[in-house]
C-alpha cells in the first residue's frame, strides 16, 4: 500500500491550493486524486478554435483573490495574467435590454439608503439585507436577478456576509483578469512543477479510518495517508465519509446543491446584433446570465455562455432561446459546447452549521475545504484552503515533535 503524508480528494481550485499550501517547504508527500480526466472541476474552458476559448463555469477573477495570486506567483508567475475589459451588463426583461440605471425606482432608493448603510450583514440573507438597504422593489427588480446571474441559482437566501467581502487587494495585478488561453491554464499553472503528486482519472470512491490515519480507496487502489483533505462538493464529501465519520458526514449532507446547465456558443461577430457587454441578466428568464467574451475582444469572433435554469429546455429548445437573445440564425453558430455545473445552495443556516463543523474537526487530521465555507468565488475557495493547510501544518509539526520527544 502507498503511504502519503497527505491525500486530497478532488482537483479543483480548492484541492490544488490546499495542496500547494501544504506542500510549503516540501516536506510532505502528497497525493491529489481527481476523479475526471480534466483537473478544474467548476473551472472549464472550451478551446472553441484554436486561437479562442470560452469559460464554461468561471470566468471572472479578481486583485483580491491575494491567496490564490500568491500560490500562482510563487509556483509558476503571474505573466500569462491578461486584464478583462471592463463592459457593463444588461438586464434582459421582456424581450428589452435595459442598463440597471433603467431599472432602478430612485424614489424607493433615496427613500431609504440613508437609514441601512451601517447595519451588519451578519445573520441576514441577501434579500433581507438589500430590500432594507434599496427598498423591496428595487431589490425584485434589479438585484433579485442580477444575485441569480453571479451565483447561477435563486440567490435570496444565500448569507449577505458570504458576498462582496472587504478584502485586501494585490495592486501590481489588474482588479479583474482572466488567463492567456482561458482560466483551465491557470489550474494548469497550480501544478505545473509542483512539489505534489497529482492523478486524474482517480475517483475516490471509499474512506476507512485507520488508528494513525485513513485508508483511501481510489480506482481500484487502496492508499494510505496520516492526513487527509477533501475538496469535493459537499454532497460527494458526505457520502465518501457516511461509514468513517457519520457525524461529519450529516452535517455535510445538509448543505444541497445546485445545478447549472451552461451551453456556449462562438459565432461569427459580424452576425450578432447585441452591442458589447460583460454579459446580460435574466430576469425571470430560462437563464440566469449569459457570460459574454466581450471584455476579451477577439476580431472576427464573439462567444456567449448561457447559464440556464436545470430541466426547463433541451438542447433544442436551448439553442432556439440562443438564437433569439443573440439574434442570430442556428446556421450563424460556429461551435456549441455544454456541460452541467454544481454548485452549494448555500443559505444563512449554514454560516452556523460550517461553523459547526469546524469545531467538529478542530484537532482532527481531515480537512474540509471547498465552496461552502464562505463563499464562492475562487477567492475564497484558496482562502479557505489556505487555512485549512495551515491546521495541517500546524499539527503535523506537533505530532512530529511529540514523536521526537517520544523517540
Ligand atoms: C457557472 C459558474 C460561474 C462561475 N463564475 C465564477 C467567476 O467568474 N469567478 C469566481 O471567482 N468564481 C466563479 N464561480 C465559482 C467557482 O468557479 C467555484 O466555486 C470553484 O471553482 C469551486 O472550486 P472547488 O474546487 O471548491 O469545487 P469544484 O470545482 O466543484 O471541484 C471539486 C472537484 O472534486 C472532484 N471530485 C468530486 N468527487 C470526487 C471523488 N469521489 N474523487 C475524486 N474527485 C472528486 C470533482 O470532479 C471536481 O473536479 C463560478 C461557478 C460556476 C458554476
Given at each position: 500500500m502507498t503511504h502519503y503524508d497527505l491525500i486530497v480528494v478532488g482537483g479543483g481550485v480548492s484541492g490544488l491550493t490546499l495542496a500547494n499550501r501544504a506542500a510549503y517547504r516540501g516536506q510532505l508527500s502528497i497525493l491529489v486524486l481527481e476523479k475526471e480526466t480534466r483537473l478544474g472541476g467548476c473551472v472549464h474552458t472550451w478551446q472553441a478554435q484554436p486561437d479562442y476559448w470560452l469559460e464554461l463555469g468561471a470566468h471572472t477573477a479578481y486583485n483580491s483573490y491575494k491567496n490564490l495570486l500568491q500560490i500562482l506567483q510563487e509556483r509558476h508567475g503571474l505573466e500569462e495574467i491578461i486584464p478583462r475589459r471592463r463592459l457593463g451588463y444588461r438586464f434582459l426583461d421582456g424581450g428589452r435590454l435595459q442598463s440597471a440605471l433603467g431599472r432602478i425606482d430612485w424614489l424607493e432608493l433615496f427613500g431609504r439608503l440613508p437609514f441601512g448603510l451601517l447595519r451588519s450583514k451578519q445573520g441576514l440573507s441577501l434579500a433581507d439585507y438589500y430590500s432594507a438597504l434599496f427598498g423591496p422593489r428595487n431589490y425584485a427588480r434589479m438585484l433579485a436577478p442580477a444575485f441569480a446571474a453571479v451565483l447561477s441559482q435563486p440567490a435570496d437566501a444565500f448569507p449577505a456576509q458570504w458576498l462582496f467581502r472587504r478584502k485586501s487587494r494585490m495592486?501590481?495585478?489588474?482588479?479583474r483578469y482572466a488567463w492567456d488561453g482561458g482560466l483551465q491554464r491557470m489550474i494548469e499553472a497550480l501544478v505545473a512543477n509542483a512539489p505534489f503528486e497529482v492523478a486524474t482519472g482517480m475517483p475516490v470512491t471509499a474512506i476507512r479510518r485507520q488508528r494513525d490515519g485513513f485508508e483511501v480507496m481510489a480506482g481500484g487502489e487502496m492508499l494510505v495517508c496520516r492526513h487527509l483533505a477533501l475538496a469535493t462538493p459537499p454532497d460527494a464529501a458526505a457520502r465518501l465519509l457516511l461509514d468513517s465519520l457519520p457525524h461529519v458526514a450529516a452535517r455535510l449532507s445538509r448543505i444541497p446543491m445546485a445545478e447549472i446547465e451552461s451551453l456556449a456558443v462562438v459565432v461569427p461577430a459580424a452576425r450578432v446584433r447585441l452591442p458589447e457587454l460583460a454579459g446580460i441578466i435574466g430576469v425571470e428568464d430560462d437563464f440566469y446570465s449569459v457570460v459574454s467574451r466581450d471584455p476579451l475582444p477577439h476580431p472576427r469572433l464573439r462567444g456567449f455562455t448561457f447559464h440556464f435554469r436545470p430541466q426547463r429546455l433541451d438542447s433544442a429548445a436551448k439553442l432556439a432561446r440562443v438564437c433569439a437573445v443573440l439574434g442570430i440564425a442556428p446556421d450563424d453558430i460556429l461551435g456549441v459546447h455544454e456541460t452541467v455545473n454544481r454548485l452549494p445552495a448555500l443559505t444563512v443556516e449554514h454560516v452556523d452549521q460550517v461553523a459547526e463543523l469546524d469545531e467538529t474537526l478542530r484537532d482532527s487530521t481531515l480537512y474540509l475545504t471547498g465552496n461552502y465555507f464562505q463563499g464562492l468565488s475562487l477567492g475564497d475557495c484558496a482562502d479557505r484552503s489556505t487555512r485549512e493547510a495551515y491546521r495541517l501544518l500546524k499539527t503535523h509539526h506537533r505530532h512530529h515533535r511529540k514523536e521526537a520527544h517520544h523517540g
Open positions: 495592486r501590481e495585478v489588474p482588479r
